[in-house]
């Protein structure tokens, strides 16, 4: 079983910055792709940028200049830094990790969701 728990988001003024964190524990053999996705109310879920295990990375084009994807593979960790932050990205924030995980017949990839983090950003 592989759990990812998040840390960070709150409120935060426009303008400002923050810092969300996202830890994978468990099973876990590799981590291929993590990710952060984001829902506002009333809105589908969408991808807000995501980070490779060899560092490369892609952003959604309302974050770019403005939010920076990184991760620590020795601690299974990625984070997002958000600066300049716009009423228009308050949402709840979502991790994603594309893990490799063992059991007892071999290996498999294995999909994890964060339970998500509220960021909400007032003008």
């Known amino acids: 079983q592989v759990q990812l728990v998040e840390s960070g988001g709150g409120l935060v003024q426009a303008g400002g910055s923050s810092r969300l964190s996202c830890a994978a524990s468990?099973?876990?053999?590799?981590?291929?792709?993590m990710g952060w996705y984001r829902q506002a109310p009333g809105k589908q879920r969408e991808l807000v940028a995501v980070?490779?295990?060899?560092?490369?990375?892609n952003y959604a084009d309302s974050v770019k200049g403005r939010f920076t994807i990184s991760r620590d593979n020795a601690k299974n960790t990625v984070y997002l830094q958000m600066n300049s932050l716009k009423p228009e990205d308050t949402a709840v924030y979502y991790c994603n990790a594309m893990t490799v995980v063992r059991n007892h017949v071999g290996y498999r990839s294995l999909e994890v969701w964060g339970q998500g983090t509220l960021v909400t950003v007032s003008s």
């Open positions: 980070i490779t295990s060899g560092g490369s990375t």
């Open positions: 468990g099973s876990i053999f590799s981590i291929n792709a």
